[in-house]
DNA sequence: AACCGTTTCAAACAAGCGTTTTATCTCCGA
DNA sequence: TCGGAGATAAAACGCTTGTTTGAAACGGTT
């Protein structure tokens, strides 16, 4: 397993111009996606990416270590094309803030075009971790995480005239807000069998995020003020 | 695979008093539940159970039997322990019956006692739906999204005076109530990371279920303020 | 005690898996 | 042209898996 491969001094030849290798990992983020990392066999991930089965320990080490370079790669991608502040002007007040964070994370999650498995594959790490789940929320979610927490502080304090909120309360609306949204990628498949109709375009997806903005200002607000009345 | 076996009339023999079966459907959750339906092998499930791993061809016929009786038997014990609207007295009103029904979800999916494996195996169908997972929305799932849909229907009509509301409004505001409470079961992995000190006991559970309450009920009249300016 | 349907058991089977081995191919510099 | 390192290919290995087999053990009835 942890035995020092013998030809090579290191598993990734740091050589760019690497083509199978780009292939290897875009083609295992969808079977990985799709199947599960106990599911997807090396095999059928070398026939979409049109390699052999060899490939995958002569440029990754073994199946592991694939895996881990797909998270990365996944996340990565993710995050350049739906920056969490995507068209967010400097000045923005925190609702705006906040819209804006719903919005990135809901298109992050729900898209599935080609090569965006990301969403499925956080998912699936989420209902069963793998040892690179630690690296992913450290690099990943936690930045994510208080990002999230430093606009709800601030909607929370404008609400609460000014007062330094229980670091307690606003982790519990922060917690209400990403609920909300990945949600939606988790309750899919349940909601299309009780909604046959369902879509998720680029319009749906918009109007969502409206909503869940909307609904958690709302939220965060009313704590506030509660907050405001018990504290005084 | 779907051959017919040859040495009984029926896979279940009907006769109750079988104590090996119902180890096996125990030790199944378990096994189900932490390692998901592709890595759990039924040697380890027998293992558990204290059986040979010829029973489990001989009480269900094959793996996936087993997991579906498994799957059918825990959302069942989970209802009967956590039923939707436990402690409420009839001519309860919708702020009430949404606090209950928020409660009963949280606990139902949070509890992690022995033999409750039902949140787990929930939130591995969403992950990866079995074919299992149409007769389990039919039957467990869509119910309880009706009954949630009315009690937020009769709020919405509170705060909106009186006004039918929209379906799709309605919808969305059920969801979001559902997935701030289904986030903790999901997140988990990720918020015992972000949180190392994080406990998930009787109390903490509570007050949880109270914070989701609130702010949902602010939403949800939010939502209904909204729509009743906007269609004047 | 003999019988018979039910249940349990140890052992084997066949398929699929990740991994490894060994050989071949492809370039490129000497 | 040769040599050799990098990359690919086909085949096989060893292990785990779900399933099956055939016999033994059990328990009640005649």
Redo the contacts between chains.
């Keep these: 397993m942890l035995a020092a491969n013998s030809r090579q001094s290191e598993h990734p030849p740091v050589d760019a111009s690497d083509e199978t290798r780009a292939r290897l990992v875009e083609a295992a983020g969808e079977v990985f996606a799709r199947r ?1 990392y ?2 997807a066999t090396i095999r059928d991930i070398c026939i979409r990416a049109q390699a052999n089965v060899a490939a995958i320990h002569y440029h990754f080490g073994d199946k592991e270590a694939l895996y881990n370079h797909v998270l990365r790669d996944s996340l990565k991608t993710a995050l350049k094309q739906y920056p969490p502040s995507a068209g967010l002007s400097d000045g923005a007040n925190a609702r705006e803030r906040l819209r804006a964070f719903i919005r990135s994370l809901l298109f992050r999650t729900l898209d599935d075009g080609p090569a965006a498995c990301h969403g499925q594959l956080m ?7 793998s040892p690179a ?2 690296e992913l ?2 690099q990943g ?2 930045p994510l ?1 208080e990002l999230l927490g430093s606009i709800v502080r601030d909607l929370y304090i404008e609400y609460s005239d000014g007062r330094p909120p229980a670091p307690r309360a606003v ?3 922060a ?2 807000v ?7 990628r ?6 299309e ?3 046959p109709d369902l879509k998720y375009n680029k319009n749906e997806v918009a109007e ?1 995020a409206e ?2 903005a ?10 506030a003020r ?1 907050a405001r009345r018990t504290r005084r």
């Design positions: 599960g106990r599911s998912l699936r790490e989420m209902a069963e971790p789940l630690d929320v450290r979610i936690r995480y982790r519990r609306c917690q209400s990403i609920g909300q949204c990945i949600y939606h988790l309750a899919r498949p349940v909601l069998r009780l909604l969502l909503h869940i909307e609904f958690s200002i709302a939220g965060i607000a009313h704590c509660i």
